[in-house]
T-cell receptor, first 113, second 111 residues
Framework: EPEVTQTPSHQVTQMGQEVILRCVPI?????FYWYRQILGQKVEFLVS????????KSEIFDDQFSVERPDGSNFTLKIRSTKLEDSAMYFC???????????FGQGTRLTVV | GEDVEQSLFLSVREGDSSVINCTYT??????LYWYKQEPGAGLQLLTY?????DMKQDQRLTVLLNKKDKHLSLRIADTQTGDSAIYFC???????????FGIGTKLQVIP
């Protein structure tokens, strides 16, 4: 069964450093998403991406964040100058269409020290 | 803004039915979802219901929607130890891509 894969599963970074979280969405999917879950809190929407551009973003997704689809398979989330409060589980998801279900990856746990 | 609320914890005995409840605030919610998360795994979509439906049944799972009270429930019949996981209620308004999640209900199944 096709699945969304995320790498790495766990990343530790020093405050102020840049991190790139990687995702390989399901191959025929057109919509891509990033969500995050801070420990003990709700899963929060960050951004959606369609046709090589951001289609929707939340107030959390400020200038510190960027997304990219550098080639035909990867979808990345870059966090510039990480802060302690960026520590969270980051989930990537993809869907075939706007009204179809989103499939989630297993998440990348980011720890900022 | 949109909000989704659910209880944090539910414990049931193996073989019993589990009922996980959820309330939401967005009256324009069009799609309501139940996701399951097992330890170390991603979010798996279990089932979903459109807002124009009252009930949906899928094998051991029954989803009930009370749109007037903005209340959604997930019933798992004959709960098994393999059903132990965190269950997330979520909603999406038509035309928007953002899905709003509840905090998740941890289901513990006692053998």
């Amino acid at each position: 069964e096709p699945e969304v894969t995320q790498t790495p599963s766990h990343q530790v970074t020093q405050m102020g450093q840049e991190v790139i979280l990687r995702c390989v969405p399901i191959s025929n999917h057109l919509y891509f998403y990033w969500y995050r879950q801070i420990l003990g809190q709700k899963v929060e929407f960050l951004v959606s991406f369609y046709n090589n551009e951001i289609s929707e973003k939340s107030e959390i997704f400020d200038d510190q964040f960027s997304v990219e689809r550098p080639d035909g398979s990867n979808f990345t989330l870059k966090i510039r100058s990480t802060k302690l409060e960026d520590s969270a589980m980051y989930f990537c998801a993809s869907s075939e269409g706007l009204r179809t279900e989103a499939f989630f990856g297993q998440g990348t746990r980011l720890t900022v020290v | 803004g949109e909000d989704v609320e659910q209880s944090l914890f539910l414990s049931v005995r193996e073989g019993d039915s589990s009922v996980i409840n959820c309330t939401y605030t967005d009256s324009s919610s069009t799609y309501l979802y139940w996701y399951k998360q097992e330890p170390g795994a991603g979010l798996q979509l279990l089932t979903y219901i459109f807002s124009n439906m009252d009930m949906k049944q899928d094998q051991r799972l029954t989803v009930l929607l009370n749109k007037k009270d903005k209340h959604l429930s997930l019933r798992i019949a004959d709960t098994q130890t393999g059903d132990s996981a965190i269950y997330f209620c979520a909603e999406r308004s038509g035309g928007y891509q953002k899905v709003t999640f509840g905090i998740g209900t941890k289901l513990q199944v006692i053998p």
